[in-house]
Structure formats: structure tokens, C-alpha cells
């Protein structure tokens, strides 16, 4: 039988990774451009400011470009940061640019939404 001291000092350190892992972007660069934990291709929006804290994209736009949220805990890392939405939520943003996915992009690898109305783009790290 397994002391209480080791126990608690395993559910600890359990406990701590999994925070740890939970507040770092749940972003990667794949094939050349940048996708989320699933695999799905991530864009960046033209009319967003870069540096400037805010998305652009809300209410009708964000149903068909969801943000990348962020959780509660999330902390910036290198280039990826945070922008506070008008709701309140967090959401990824690469070098200062908040990070959409697409709503037609049904598969990890789909690109749908690459240069769409000529303002939405995939992100190249």
C-alpha cells in the first residue's frame, strides 16, 4: 500500500502538467502552415490590426470563422499571444494576429478558406 505523502505528491505533479500542458497554445505548423491540436488549417483576416489586441470578426463573422479559443489560464508564448474578444473570451493570435478557423474546412488538410473574399488567409509561419 502506497503512502499518503507519495499519493498526494504524484496527484501533484499530475495535476501541474496537465495545467502546465492546458495553458500553452494548441497550435503546430504542419506541412507549411500553421493548424490547431486537430489538425485543422488555421487563417489570419486582413481587416484584424496586427499588435492591436482586438478581432474584427465577431456575431455573423465568427459562425463562420470560429476563433481559436484560448482558456482561462492561457499564457503568451514567443509569437503566439492573446487578444481578449468583445464577449470576454480569449483567443490565440500568431505575431499579433488573431487565429480563425473555417467552417468549411471539414477535414484536417482542407484549405478552403485560403483567400476568401481576398482578405482571409492561411497562416505561413
Known amino acids: 500500500m502506497r503512502s499518503a505523502p507519495f499519493t498526494t505528491l504524484l496527484f501533484s505533479l499530475a495535476t501541474m502538467f496537465a495545467v502546465a500542458a492546458h495553458a500553452q ?3 503546430k505548423e504542419q506541412d507549411s502552415i500553421l493548424v490547431d491540436e486537430a489538425g485543422m488549417t488555421l487563417y489570419v ?3 484584424d490590426k496586427a499588435n492591436s489586441g482586438k478581432s474584427v470578426c465577431n456575431d455573423g463573422c465568427a459562425k463562420n ?3 481559436v479559443q484560448a ?3 492561457a499564457k503568451a ?5 492573446l487578444i481578449e ?3 470576454g473570451s480569449k483567443q490565440w493570435a500568431y505575431r499579433g494576429k488573431p487565429l480563425y478557423t473555417f467552417v468549411k474546412d471539414t ?3 482542407d484549405r478552403s478558406g485560403d483567400n476568401v473574399q481576398g482578405v482571409w488567409h492561411v497562416v505561413n509561419p
Open 85 to 87: 474578444r468583445d464577449d
Open 25 to 27: 497554445a494548441p497550435i
Open 77 to 81: 508564448e514567443g509569437d503566439y499571444t
Open 45 to 47: 483576416f486582413d481587416q
Open 71 to 73: 482558456s482561462p489560464d
Open 107 to 109: 477535414k484536417p488538410g
Open 65 to 67: 470563422w470560429p476563433p
